[in-house]
């Protein structure tokens, strides 16, 4: 509720004071703001017949990002997505970056998305799909992993770009009310430690080639009653090439192993996807993904996906993106529209 | 014996040079050209985009951050234009380098402005910069300006080269302003050909050489002219009597066609920045290029 609070605040004092501010040109210690929202078309149709088509309000972001020090910056990234048919508002992150560090090292502390896996600290309106990738869904969850903490990344005094980034995080466990049956959901929860290695290196004058690693070690959702101890390890790959001023091959794909531990016996899953995209011109960008997943625990099951995805970049800040699905295990077909918009400063970050 | 040190001593003189020279990793090739000029075989620049690219969409790549982490200044263009160069400079971790640093080169400080907006900004106006229209390198008066502020920056780093680069830049500036002379002289004779430029990138060449200009082909920038609007601006170019076309050689070619078969207007492909085709591999024969080429197009 206090959230809900924060963001009338926001909405009411903030953001009119930095628009009237802006207009009479005056210098302001203000942040800078802006606005993410997500909107669009959900339909799918299964073996059985079952239909589903609804247009859905995804949700928005207000971010908000400042220097408080010269070499100390502070983001924050209040969301409120749509879950159930209701609206719910949370602050996604909240942390400060203190940079300049001795040995090319910074620390980051507070709320955030976790440096897990290829895409598990980038928000989801800037994937290069629209749908989770199946791994991310059953081993992370059905939000990005989002943990309080800390986290030190370092940039190793090597010749080619290798960063290091290891964190202590703590992110919610599932309260079980009484009565309440155990859901299949998975997301790894309680105290989480987490280690990821990215690395780089240039194949040509035009393409480059990043490998990953990543590890994580933790609880399941579960864990306040039972024991649910996890462990995950990822590895990845993203090769680019850029062909002209805007087009650009793009080939992604990344892998990863959970091994649970529950009372009833020790689980290994794994799961993997791959992305080929092409950016075809300045506007517009066609990709297919396969998807293959076991879900983590004793009642594993097997899922794949293979979709394909169209996106049309309108400008810098408005996107247009289709993505159609089809899952072979339930033979379900599954349509997705969506537009993704912004208003504000926007950023060119490195991810 | 004493040839042994000769060529001991040979090859020990070069690399202590090399040791000893300011790193500089320039956005532009046409940044790192003047800086290259003006630092001499103190400095060792390098470029991270080249007039191949729209400087507006440069996708940041690990390997750039090596560059800046390894760098002892940074070069750009500024104004929001090199925008992207912000996240390689942050996460380079490279502290001589960041904003407000010594080695943080912002060649935008002490140029002139134009098209600097005023009051409310937003994406009804297209994509408009907020500190103002940033291709002033398109002005070769500017390149005067840039390797004054090139000099001042690497004095300030090396102050025991800073008669070496003040020599340097006047040597350079000499040279470029008698280049612009003469480009002046051969541009004059088009002053009364009315132009077209796809993108408010050429504003700055346009006033620098006197054109006529019939507008943009984009009448909001970085937005595609829709049909209504490119059957207005052929009403407009036919009335103007504009013959000319200047496109970057990455510009989408879709309405630019059209609007040629339009008008029957000619379309020069033109770089706006260094190295955009080959010939045009410094700042100086970024303009020879770009003159020649209309000049040709025009014959």
New interface residues.
């Given amino acids: 509720m206090k959230i809900k609070y924060i963001f009338i605040a926001l909405i009411l004092f903030v953001l009119p004071s930095a ?1 009237s501010f ?2 009479e ?1 005056t210098a302001t210690a203000l942040p800078d703001i802006s606005f993410i929202g997500e909107a669009g078309l959900n339909s799918s149709i299964n073996a059985a017949g079952d239909r589903d088509a609804s247009f859905s309000f995804d949700g928005f972001e207000i971010n908000a990002m400042g220097y408080m020090h ?2 100390v910056r502070a983001d924050f990234v209040a969301g409120a997505h749509s879950h159930d048919g209701s609206i719910e508002f949370e602050v996604e992150e909240a942390y400060a970056t203190f ?3 001795p040995f ?3 620390i980051k502390a507070g709320r955030k998305l976790m440096d897990f896996g290829r895409i598990n600290h980038i928000h989801s309106h800037e994937w290069l799909f629209l749908s989770s990738p199946l791994i991310y869904a059953d081993f992370i969850g059905e939000h990005s992993l989002i943990g309080d903490g800390a986290s030190i990344d370092a ?1 190793l005094p090597l ?3 290798v ?1 290091v980034q290891a964190g202590i995080w703590r992110a919610a466990a599932h309260e079980h009310e009484e009565g309440e049956e155990h859901d299949h959901a998975f997301s790894p929860s309680g105290d989480l430690y987490n280690l990821r290695l ?5 194949t040509g004058e035009s393409s ?1 080639l ?1 490998l990953g690693l990543s590890g994580l070690k933790g609880h399941g959702l579960h864990y306040l009653e039972h024991t649910d101890r996890i462990e995950i390890a990822g590895t990845d790959l993203t090769w ?1 090439l ?1 062909l ?3 087009s ?1 091959l793009m080939l992604m794909a990344e892998a990863m192993y959970l091994e649970r531990q529950v009372p009833s016996g020790t689980f290994g899953s794994w799961g993997a996807y791959a992305y080929l995209g092409y950016k075809i ?2 506007q517009w960008e066609a990709a297919v993904k396969y998807d293959w997943s076991e879900t983590p625990g004793p009642e594993r099951s097997k899922s794949s996906a293979i979709s394909i995805i169209d996106s049309y970049y309108m ?4 996107k247009l993106r289709a993505e159609y699905s089809y899952c072979p295990e339930t033979e379900t077909h599954t349509g997705l529209l969506k537009v993704i918009y912004g ?1 504000g400063p926007h ?4 991810q | 014996m004493e040839k042994i040190w000769m060529a001991f001593l040979m090859v020990l003189v070069p690399l202590s040079l090399i040791a000893d020279q300011l790193k500089v990793v320039c956005t532009t090739a046409e940044i790192a050209d003047i800086v290259k000029n003006v630092g001499g075989d103190r400095v060792n620049a390098i470029w991270l985009m080249d007039g ?3 400087p ?8 750039m ?2 560059k800046v ?1 390894n760098a002892d200044a940074v070069a750009v263009i500024g104004m929001d234009l090199d ?2 160069m ?3 400079i ?6 001589v380098v ?1 904003k ?1 640093a010594p080695g943080y080169i912002d060649l935008s400080s002490r140029i002139k402005k134009l098209e600097v907006p ?6 009804s106006m297209g ?1 408009v910069h907020i500190y103002g229209n940033p291709h002033y390198q398109l002005d070769p008066a500017n390149g005067v300006v840039m390797a004054e502020s090139i000099k001042e920056a690497l004095s300030a780093l090396r102050p025991n080269d800073a008669v070496l680069f003040r020599a340097n830049c006047t040597l350079y500036v000499r040279n470029l302003e008698a280049k612009i002379a003469g480009w002046k002289k051969r541009m004059a004779a088009l002053k009364d050909i009315s132009v077209l430029p796809t993108h408010n990138c050429w504003l700055y060449f346009v006033e620098a050489f006197g054109l006529k200009s019939a507008g943009y082909l984009e009448q909001k920038p ?2 595609a002219p829709s049909p209504g609007e490119l059957a207005a601006l052929a009403e407009k170019m036919k009335k103007d009597g504009t013959g000319l076309i200047f496109a970057e050689p ?1 510009y ?1 070619s879709g309405s630019v066609d059209k609007i040629s078969a339009m008008t029957g207007a000619k379309t020069v492909r033109i770089p706006s920045s260094a190295l955009g085709v080959p010939e045009a591999d410094t700042y100086i024969n970024l303009f020879e290029y770009d003159i020649g080429a209309i000049e040709k197009a025009l014959k």
Avoid at chain 1, 198 to 202: K, N, R
Avoid at chain 1, 347 to 350: D, E, I, K, N, Y
Avoid at chain 2, 118 to 123: C, E, I, N, T
């Fill in positions: 628009a802006a207009q040109k010269p070499d940079s300049n560090l090319s090292t910074s940039l010749s080619f770009f960063n990215w690395s780089s290196f240039e480059e990043e680019k850029w002209s001023a805007y650009r011109d300045k400008t810098e800040s408005l208003i950023t060119h970050p490195l | 191949r690219q729209d507006h969409s440069v996708e940041p790549r690990p390997s951050v090596m982490k925008i992207w912000d996240g390689i942050r996460a380079s971790k490279n502290p960041q407000g005023q009051g409310k900004v937003d994406g994509d970085g937005i990455f989408p």
